[in-house]
């Protein structure tokens, strides 16, 4: 009887080993099948979060982009437009003073004669004089560097505002010796003009946009002399060319090329025009 009874205990023990075993082995592989059917469906929510997270950021990201070109647009396009306002003023500025000044000296020599209505103003000079000279620099001033950007030369000869200085003061002085040197006739007067009116080209200038437009603004400027002198508006003294006096266009050249220099140094260091897309 106690051999049965081991017997029978024994084989309850390891059936119930056994069962254990299987229930075990049962879980597991019930837990990895379900290990792999939630794997493929959690790499495609990640998958699908990290997609959405990329999107978002490649439109934040062009949304940046945008504003800053648009910002960027913007910003040089109001900065050329404001250097070009302060240049034409300041041009404008000179133009009015030299007109002034070098006007003034004419009409005390007695080479310049306006009818006595029309001086009403400040150095008895016509009132319309200050302003069509202002403009005349202004529009002068602006071109000389619009040419030259245009033909892709730009002027590097002594870009200092000490040559611009005495550009200026050399233009004043042929100016003065306009109406102060006495000359046995004007042909000697227009050709001692002519000299230091290419000598300060060649001192100060020396491009040939500069000689070009200086030719240039004296031939139309003498025009529009002619056709003021002819209508009566004023007059010169001892006219020998056209009812003006023949060494007119040297003062224009020299005066072109001076203001021409001053528009240059204005222009150095502004913003670029922006260009259209």
Request: some cysteine.
């Amino acid at each position: 009887m106690p051999r049965l009874d081991e017997h029978f205990w024994s084989c309850s023990c390891t059936t119930r080993g056994r069962h254990k075993n299987n229930l075990r082995a049962g879980t597991t592989r019930l837990a990895e099948k379900v290990g792999d059917m939630l794997t493929p469906s959690v790499s495609s929510a990640s998958l699908v979060l990290v997609g959405q997270g990329a999107i978002n950021t490649e439109t934040t990201d062009r949304n940046k982009n945008s504003n800053t070109k648009s910002n960027n647009g913007r910003a040089p396009s109001n900065s050329w437009h404001h250097h070009l306002v302060q240049r034409s003023v300041v041009l404008f500025a000179v133009g009015v003073f030299l007109a002034l000044v070098l006007n003034l000296l004419q009409i005390q020599r007695n080479v310049t004669l306006f009818p006595e209505e029309v001086i009403a103003t400040i150095f008895s000079s016509a009132w319309w004089v200050p302003p069509c000279c202002g403009t005349a620099a202004a529009v002068v001033g602006l071109l000389y560097p619009c040419i030259d950007s245009h033909l892709g030369e730009p002027h590097k000869f002594k870009r200092e505002w000490a040559s611009v200085m005495r550009c200026i003061a050399v233009f004043v002085g042929i100016n003065h010796a306009s109406a102060k040197l006495d000359f046995a006739n004007n042909v000697q007067l227009s050709l001692t003009l002519a000299a230091l009116s290419l000598g300060l080209w060649w001192t100060f200038d020396r491009s040939r946009s500069g000689l070009g437009l200086g030719i240039t603004i004296a031939f139309l400027a003498t025009l529009i002399t002619q056709f003021l002198v002819y209508n009566g508006v004023y007059q010169y003294t001892s006219p020998d060319f056209l009812y003006i006096r023949s060494w007119l266009p040297c003062i224009f050249f020299s005066g072109g090329v001076t203001v021409g220099n001053i528009g240059r140094q204005l222009a150095m260091g502004i913003p670029e025009k922006p260009h259209s897309d």
